[in-house]
């Protein structure tokens, strides 16, 4: 089955400095990788998804990027701010079939 | 309204008690799913309902019962829970079972079990 990955567990940056979460999958077959923001105590929201026919996707100050080849996408931050702060889960699916989240990254954005 | 509503926010049971959460969506999806997450974790899926029909259940322990009564309610029946069974209970939507799909959550049942 689909197994993610994802690095690293917790990521400090200075508030204005750029954030990059990393993550990896194994199942070829996948083709909706959907990035989620879970502040505490809230439930998870979808922030930017992308398709297995697309290499990039941008939306203000957010950003997704997806290799097929490697098998690896990425969620860039920009100018991140106090509200950034939050827990971001990597997710993998393909058609009927489960979600898979990674591991989550605890972000903080310091003052 | 695109709102995935859950009662209750927070609920607490001893290990003898029978309980429910529930869950509503007006959105016109098809597809509802039960999740389990504990601190500082992703959500674990348990069950998955497709046109009101168990598509998968993540072999979820018995005393989880699910029931999908139409296709905007989604209960989740609790009976002789364990303490480890504390957790964020969530439910999501979305407008098929098709992963191309975005889901969204409602706001979670906090479930402490003593």
């Known amino acids: 089955g689909e197994n993610v990955e994802q690095h690293p567990s917790t990521l400090s940056v200075q508030e204005g400095d750029s954030a990059v979460i990393k993550c990896t999958y194994s199942?070829?077959?996948?083709?909706?990788f959907p990035w989620y923001k879970q502040e505490l105590g809230k439930r998870p929201q979808l922030i930017i998804d992308?398709?297995?026919?697309?290499g990039e996707k941008k939306d203000q100050r957010i950003a997704v990027t997806l290799n097929k080849t490697a098998k690896h996408f990425s969620l860039h931050i920009t100018e991140t701010q106090p509200e950034d702060s939050a827990v971001y889960f990597c997710?993998?699916?393909?058609?009927?079939?489960?979600?898979?989240f990674g591991k989550g990254t605890r972000l903080h954005i310091l003052p | 309204d695109t709102e995935v509503t859950q009662t209750p926010k927070h609920l607490v049971m001893g290990m003898t008690n029978k309980k429910s959460l529930k869950c509503e969506q007006h959105?016109?999806?098809?597809?509802m799913y039960w999740y389990k997450q504990k601190a500082k974790k992703p959500p674990e899926l348990m069950f998955v309902?497709?046109?009101?029909?168990?598509?998968i259940n993540e072999s979820v322990p018995s005393r989880f019962s699910p029931e999908c009564p139409n296709s905007s309610l989604l209960n989740l029946h609790l009976h002789a829970l364990q303490p480890e069974d504390s957790a964020l209970y969530l439910c999501?939507?979305?407008?098929?079972?098709?992963?191309?799909?975005?889901?969204?959550f409602g706001q979670g049942t906090r479930l402490t079990v003593v």
């Open positions: 199942d070829s077959a996948s083709n909706y």
């Open positions: 992308i398709r297995s026919n697309v």
């Open positions: 309902y497709s046109y009101e029909k168990l598509s």
């Open positions: 959105m016109g999806h098809r597809a």
């Open positions: 999501a939507s979305s407008p098929l079972f098709d992963p191309n799909t975005e889901a969204f």
């Open positions: 997710a993998a699916s393909k058609r009927g079939d489960k979600i898979i």
